[in-house]
């Protein structure tokens, strides 16, 4: 195509561009391999989320077999540069990943994991890793308060997949400069297209580089987290991306066998559970039950990968439906964070058991979330009324983050473009006795991104 008509398409056809297929736009690349082999400097440094975090930090990272031991400095952030002096070094546990067996992974490589306890609430920390003598940069994070009504706000993203060092690198970025002070970092599954390629991996935490190190991550796995260790063989059956556990340290207080994929933690007034989609939905839902039980939070907020509601047509998870939704009914879940069908819809259900003489005009049950933050992309779809549930915003062919911040009996949920603009947003606000109440902002929204006919 000549450049002056290259020119015009997109200056007078916007959304001719916009709706176009992904492949024809973009064809995915090809990296060279070398660029995901280990070395002796650290790298792919993640913080993830614990079980307490306002005393804990955990952070992992990667290095060549040749590096036989890590160790993390950490010491409380001061404007002084001397704050260096100050800190202290925790040994790491170091484990050998050797994937040379696996030909989508075929490195060797060891992982080291270093905890931190004792840590002050609220409070500024730096850190940096290494083998003793050579170091990573300095990193920042800050702990959770224990003044549980202090507001905080925290990132969540729909499957990265495919294109993700292409495209999916400028909307985690996008979604830093948003909200820089955001305390974790939900990923809702399908972080990578093929379970156990190091490429992608690598292309992940290129991706998001240094925001890995300073925002701690709570990935939930996708159905693309599972795949044979052969690829291509059908008789294998599917398993964990065997860098999962090396790369990731998560609460360890899931159901037996999902260890580090079904988990757990409270930040402040709030707790946050991840759930395996892939695997055993009646024992996590008996497990779910106890979680639930008596927690004493204000707010449940809940991450899995397969939509309790389709934002897809002929995707539905009748299974996990059947499992899970009378648990989020039972405890008034409030905000449920999901990925995998590759568009946006968000909606929510009707409260039950409300007091008698309660005006149900703004009040809302459980709020369900599916978004898409990487370059493949589905037409929307999905018939959310004949389930039982409301769908208030859709959308499609269109990269999403969003900013959820809590402020005490309030939730404030943001879903933006990469560009920034505002796509969808609404609040919850906590009512003595009764049911949530909805808040939507649909006037300060950009209109909604429909391309395919279909809603």
């Known amino acids: 195509m000549k450049r002056h008509h290259l020119l015009f398409l997109l200056l007078f056809c916007p959304i001719l561009v916009q709706a176009q297929d992904i492949k024809e736009l973009s064809p995915q690349q090809a990296f060279m391999e070398t660029w995901s082999h280990p070395k002796i400097l650290p790298d792919r440094i993640t913080l993830n989320v614990t079980e307490n975090m306002a005393r804990e930090a955990s952070v992992t990272w990667r290095t060549s077999a040749d590096v036989k031991e890590g160790f993390m400095e950490i010491a409380e952030a001061l404007s002084d540069p001397m704050f260096i002096q100050r800190s202290v070094q925790v040994e790491a546990r170091t484990q050998t990943l050797d994937a040379r067996d696996v030909k989508a ?3 060797r490589a060891n992982y080291h994991s270093a905890t931190v306890n004792n840590l002050k609430p609220n409070t500024t920390y730096a850190y940096r890793v290494g083998d003793g003598t050579l170091w990573s940069e300095w990193f920042q994070f800050t702990t959770a308060s224990e003044n549980e009504t202090d507001p905080f706000s925290f990132l969540y993203v729909g499957d990265a997949q495919n294109y993700i060092l292409e495209l999916w690198s400028r909307l985690i970025r996008e979604s830093f400069r948003k909200a820089p002070e955001a ?40 159905n693309h987290e599972y795949r044979a260790r052969t690829e291509g063989n059908v008789e294998d059956p599917p398993i964990l991306s065997i860098q ?82 009378p648990i989020f ?10 990925g995998h069908d590759h568009s946006y819809a968000r909606g929510h259900t009707e409260p039950i058991n409300v007091p008698e003489g309660v005006n149900m005009m703004d ?31 859709t959308g499609e062919k269109t990269q999403l983050f969003q900013v959820i911040t809590i402020e005490d009996k309030k939730l404030i949920y943001e879903s933006y473009t990469p ?29 909604e991104r429909i391309f395919s006919g279909n809603n």
Do not use: C
């Not at 399908?190 to 290129?206: C, I, K, M, P, S």
């Open 105 to 107: 992974a075929g490195t």
């Open 244 to 325: 999962w556990r090396a790369q990731f340290n998560l609460p360890p207080n899931g159901p037996s066998g999902l260890k580090e994929t079904a988990y757990f933690f409270d930040y402040q007034n709030t707790r946050f559970v991840s759930l395996n989609s892939n695997r055993s939905l009646g024992s996590q839902a008996r497990w779910l039950d106890k979680v639930l039980k008596d927690h004493g939070k204000e707010w449940v907020v809940i991450t899995y990968h397969h939509p309790m509601y389709s934002a897809a047509s002929d995707r539905d998870n009748d299974q996990l439906r059947k499992a899970w939704k």
């Open 183 to 222: 305390r974790f970092f939900i990923h809702a599954g399908d972080l990578v297209n093929h379970a156990h390629r190091e490429q992608e991996w690598h292309e992940w935490f290129t991706a998001g580089g240094f925001i890995h190190s300073m925002i701690p991550a709570m990935p939930t796995p996708g």
């Open 363 to 393: 009040k809302a049950g459980t709020m369900y979330v599916v978004s898409i933050s990487g370059g493949k992309m589905y037409e929307i779809g999905g018939n959310w009324e004949e389930l039982g549930a409301i769908k208030d915003r």
């Open 329 to 338: 009914d039972k405890y008034g879940v409030d905000l449920v964070l999901q």
């Open 419 to 447: 560009l920034g603009e505002l796509y969808d947003a609404f609040e919850l606000h906590k009512t003595e006795g009764g049911p949530n109440k909805l808040v939507e902002r649909s006037s300060e929204l950009i209109p």
